[in-house]
């Protein structure tokens, strides 16, 4: 299961590596996940030509239902790494591990 930042999707599309042939590899084995916040960093960042290419992909491949508990519980993960480390962690490898949580425990 991969799920990619924002950024990840933008890099790929102008084909900048490693990101061009990680999102490839992940399409190919159809093991690509989108988070909610990812899309709407997506389109936040994008041009409409950009935006059409990303909406292909949220039709094939599931978009992750971020719901209020695995928001909280990501935040306050995410705020404890961060005090702990003193670096800021992305909240999409954050979501993925709550979200597994949640459903797949």
């Keep these: 299961m991969y799920l ?3 950024n990840v999707f933008i890099k790929a599309l102008y084909g900048v590596e490693p990101d061009a042939s990680f999102l490839r590899k992940a399409i190919e084995k159809k093991r690509l996940y989108i988070s909610v916040v ?8 994008t041009a409409k030509k950009e935006k ?3 909406e292909r992909l949220l039709v094939r491949f599931p978009n ?6 695995i ?5 306050e993960y ?3 790494f961060s005090r702990k ?3 800021m962690v992305s909240f999409s490898p954050v979501f993925i591990f709550y979200f597994h949580c ?3 425990l």
């Design 4 to 6: 990619p930042d924002a």
């Design 38 to 45: 990812s899309t709407a960093e997506f389109f936040a960042k």
């Design 52 to 54: 059409e290419k990303f």
């Design 64 to 69: 992750l239902p971020i719901d209020l508990e």
């Design 71 to 75: 928001a909280r519980l990501a935040a």
């Design 78 to 80: 995410r705020t404890q």
């Design 85 to 87: 480390t003193k670096r």
């Design 102 to 104: 949640k459903f797949f």
